[in-house]
């Protein structure tokens, strides 16, 4: 069982940054993805961004621009670095695990393909 925890989250401006970050217990796979996804208040859950073992890197246009993932291998972490934050990014964030699998072109509108999800933090963002 892999446990995921998100931290970093809070309240920012518009136009401000935040940068989450994820911490995953040991696991050991060939390949894996990684995303951030987000849901707002009375939406359905949406992708917004993802890596996968090879550092491939899937975007949703929403952030394209503002939005970056990284992660430190050797630490089990994810990272979230959110630019030019908008009132709109406001919503609890979850990082995801997809355990065995590279990221694909449908990774971000498929969550059900991830097993293993974090508990989520809320970024809020004011005008």
């Known amino acids: 069982q892999v446990q995921l925890a998100e931290s970093g989250g809070g309240s920012v401006q518009a136009g401000g940054s935040l940068r989450l970050s994820c911490v995953a217990s040991?696991?050991?796979?060939?390949?894996?993805?990684l995303a951030w996804f987000r849901q707002g208040s009375g939406s359905e859950r949406e992708g917004v961004i993802a890596?996968?073992?090879?550092?491939?890197?899937r975007i949703a246009d929403s952030v394209k621009g503002r939005f970056t993932i990284s992660r430190d291998k050797a630490k089990n972490t994810l990272y979230l670095q959110m630019n030019n934050l908008k009132p709109e990014d406001t919503g609890m964030y979850y990082c995801?695990?997809?355990?065995?699998?590279?990221?694909?072109?449908?990774?971000?509108?498929?969550?059900?393909?991830?097993?293993?999800w974090g508990q989520g933090i809320q970024v809020t963002v004011s005008s």
């Open positions: 040991e696991y050991s796979t060939d390949r894996d993805c």
């Open positions: 890596i996968d073992s090879d550092d491939e890197e």
């Open positions: 995801a695990l997809d355990l065995g699998s590279y990221c694909y072109s449908w990774s971000l509108n498929r969550p059900q393909y991830f097993e293993y």
